[in-house]
């Protein structure tokens, strides 16, 4: 749970880092950016709102989490919060030597400090490290000399954050608690460098993950498994995945594969898939923890259980599979589905 109802912007402080590649440089502030409390609830809405209790991530580093940047020099901000202009160079130099993309767009980046943030029942500071780098065009009408002027502005949508970044004061020891905002549509390295290059982040191993990444194992299990002509023996298995996180409140491997797969055949297959899944993603894959009841509902919101019949017919499918058998009709040469029902509404 993420709580900002009574959380005060403390200190803001504005630089402009541009592209490496381009050789764009940076541009520093002097000093501190005094802004007026009017300022302050925007940019307060603008930094905070996008920010959801979804997963949740930690400082990761290959040989010892305080070789980290980010985390050292939250460390250091924590610790004094004084220090937070002098941590915001190194911030700003760092956030430069990551941005070599030449798809990286420049922009102003924006360290802040927060007081009363509430994560999970606990109270705590926190660091925001943001990022702008669109524009947008907005049109200014004024009175002038007894009729209306019109002007053309650029400036950024307070409803649009393009990166962020917030440093939850608690767990310093597992690499702090850290929630991440990032706009980029791509999927190209210049997607990866604000959580992997200059952040260089790993998801916290909690009930949230572990939830999540089983259900996006289920659903490719069946992706891959099952031919598109078993369409109904896919959503019968992922209904059934649903149904059982919805239904439980512990995950056990046994259990799951009884009432879900079913078949010792499609359990076979599962446990071999699973293993190769671990390998390849790179992640754990546990036989018992706590269902997260959120991470449920968040992964319900890419499942469709709808079998679409060329342009003309969606069929949904939400449990059931054997009141719906497929077949071929040699006459007109095209496939039909048979579906029992006892009520029409």
């Known amino acids: 749970m993420l709580n900002f109802k009574d959380s005060t912007l403390q200190q803001l402080i504005v630089h402009h880092v541009g592209n490496k590649s381009d050789e764009e440089g940076i541009k520093t502030s002097k000093s501190e950016t005094k802004v007026d409390d009017d300022i302050k609830t925007l940019l307060n809405r603008y930094f905070l709102k996008p920010f959801k209790p979804d997963t949740f991530y930690q400082f990761d580093h290959s040989s010892d989490i305080s070789l980290n940047e980010i985390y050292s020099y939250a460390s250091s901000i924590f610790n004094d919060p004084d220090s937070l202009y002098l941590q915001s160079i190194h911030i700003?130099?760092?956030?430069?030597?990551?941005s070599t993309h030449p798809?990286?767009?420049?922009?102003?980046?924006?360290?802040?400090?927060?007081?009363?943030?509430?994560?999970?029942d606990e109270i705590c500071d926190a660091i925001g490290i943001f990022k702008s780098e669109n524009k947008e065009t907005y049109l200014k009408v004024y009175p002038d000399k007894g009729d209306y002027a019109i002007e053309k502005q650029e400036g950024i949508n307070i409803n649009k954050l393009d990166k962020g970044c917030l440093i939850f004061n608690t767990e310093k020891e597992d690499g702090y608690k850290v929630a991440i905002i990032d706009a980029t549509n791509t999927k190209g390295d210049e997607a990866q460098y604000w959580k992997d290059d200059f952040l260089n982040l790993k998801p916290c191993e909690n009930t949230f993950y572990h939830t999540k990444n089983y259900i996006n194992l289920c659903k490719e299990f069946v992706e891959d498994t099952f031919s598109e002509a078993a369409k109904v023996d896919q959503l019968e298995i992922i209904n059934n995945s649903v149904e059982y996180f919805n239904s439980n409140d512990q995950f056990n491997i046994r259990e799951f594969e009884e009432k879900v797969m079913q078949a010792p055949e499609i359990i076979s297959s599962f446990e071999e898939y699973k293993e190769q899944y671990a390998e390849e993603k790179k992640v754990p894959v546990f036989d018992e923890f706590d269902i997260s009841a959120p991470a449920v509902k968040h992964s319900k919101k890419g499942i469709r259980s709808v079998i679409k019949l060329d342009k003309n017919f969606h069929v949904y499918v939400h449990g059931n599979s054997d009141k719906i058998q497929k077949g071929y009709d040699e006459k007109s040469q095209q496939h039909f589905y048979t579906l029992f029902f006892n009520e029409e509404s």
Do not use: Q
């Open 92 to 98: 700003a130099k760092h956030l430069y030597d990551c």
């Open 103 to 120: 798809m990286i767009k420049s922009g102003e980046l924006y360290v802040c400090f927060f007081e009363e943030c509430i994560i999970e």
